[in-house]
């Protein structure tokens, strides 16, 4: 089983629409939870952490279920701008420890 | 822009030979992490330095090598190359105890 999983896509959407990217991740331990957006040829960057609270960013909203180990992302009004790879990426402890990458989701918002 | 840099921004190499990419850290920061990102596949870690000594590594051969100088900029190398080791190399520079880790623009490497 791979450490973090998702669902490659692609995620075809109308401007507008509400989409929702899913993620699994197997270790337990994990402390730290983050989605970065990778534009094409592109180095990934932060979007939000994740935390157990759930977080709000605009348009963006990430929920982490440890039970679960389960994460998600809900883009809401998608923009053509949000046209990118989702990668969800895990942290096994909190700190400077190397981040371990799902292969991403991809969205493409059409007008 | 996060501040961090990588050289070359491509190259093309081929079978067995040897590469140097190069890796500016931002202002600040004392740990670079390399990652290689293969077409359609999420960044997979190589290894990390932190204040110029290795403080991990991923399971990568060790034809990776790495090195972080004083100024802690840092040098990834790969000898004997082979056709798989095409790919995006990403280098992510952080301050110590802090998980936000901040991504160059990557080179891009082709091995014929």
């Known amino acids: 089983r791979k450490e973090v999983e998702q669902d490659p896509g692609p995620f075809n959407v109308p401007e507008g629409a509400t989409v929702a990217f899913n993620c699994t991740y197997s270790n337990s331990a994990s402390q730290s939870f983050f989605w970065y957006r990778q534009d094409c040829r592109k180095e990934p960057k932060l979007l939000m952490s994740?935390?157990?609270s759930g977080n709000e960013d605009g348009r963006f909203t990430a929920q982490l279920n440890r039970a679960s180990q389960y994460i998600s992302l809900l883009i809401r009004d998608s923009k053509l701008s949000d046209s990118a790879t989702y990668l969800c990426v895990v942290n096994l402890i909190s700190g400077n420890t190397p981040l371990v990458f799902g292969k991403g989701t991809r969205l493409s918002v059409i007008a | 822009e996060t501040g961090v840099t990588q050289s070359p921004t491509h190259l093309i190499k081929t079978r067995g030979q040897q590469v140097t990419l190069r890796c500016s850290s931002q202002s600040g920061h004392n740990t670079v992490s390399w990652y290689q990102q293969a077409l359609g596949q999420g960044p997979q870690f190589i290894f990390q330095?932190?204040?110029?000594?290795?403080?991990g590594r991923g399971n990568f051969p060790p034809r990776f090598s790495g090195l972080q100088f004083p100024n802690y900029s840092s040098e990834l190398n790969v000898n004997a190359l082979e056709l798989d080791d095409s790919a995006l190399y990403l280098c992510?520079?952080?301050?110590?105890?802090?998980?936000?880790?901040?991504f160059g623009p990557g080179t891009r490497l082709l091995v014929l």
């Open positions: 330095y932190y204040r110029e000594e290795e403080n």
């Open positions: 994740v935390y157990s």
């Open positions: 992510a520079s952080s301050r110590d105890n802090q998980e936000t880790q901040y």
